[in-house]
């Protein structure tokens, strides 16, 4: 995992910036996290706080997401579910959303800001991430 970034450098931020206003064609939300494996007891699905996401976006880059955690705002707590995560990312994705920002968090933490065609935005903190590309969409996507 060569690829695998846990801070936002400037050089990886000018990377990243050039992917605002892309738009997302599929999100999909795994059921596990690779941050469970660093907590004593994994948390349950119903008081997960951080899930691993897939973002496909319409120019054919993947960004693969890990430990992100969900906010409405910053004064917002995060989203905490795995079915409430999802379905405010389904809802949020079937409103055109497209990554509206790249943002640095606390300790120079990956935050992609999403909005949509409702002018409702998301907070996506993440832990950890990777860029990939993709051919085809996953089935499960939403």
Known sequence: MADLQFQLTDEIW????????????A????????????????????NRPFVDIDLYLANQVKLELYGASITIDEESDPIIGLNA???????????GAVIDEVASG????????LANDQNESLLVAV???????????PEDAI
């Not at 999909?28 to 119903?46: F, G």
């Not at 606390?106 to 800001?113: A, G, H, S």
């Open 127 to 137: 832990s950890a991430w990777m860029e990939d590309t993709w051919e085809t969409l």
């Open 85 to 95: 995560i999802g379905e405010t990312l389904a809802r949020h994705a079937r409103n």
């Open 27 to 46: 999100i999909v939300v795994w059921d596990q996290s690779m941050l469970d494996e660093a907590l004593d007891e994994p948390p349950t699905p119903a």
């Open 14 to 25: 000018q990377d990243l910036v050039t992917l605002e206003g892309a738009p997302i064609s």
């Open 106 to 113: 606390p300790e120079e933490m990956l935050v992609l800001i």
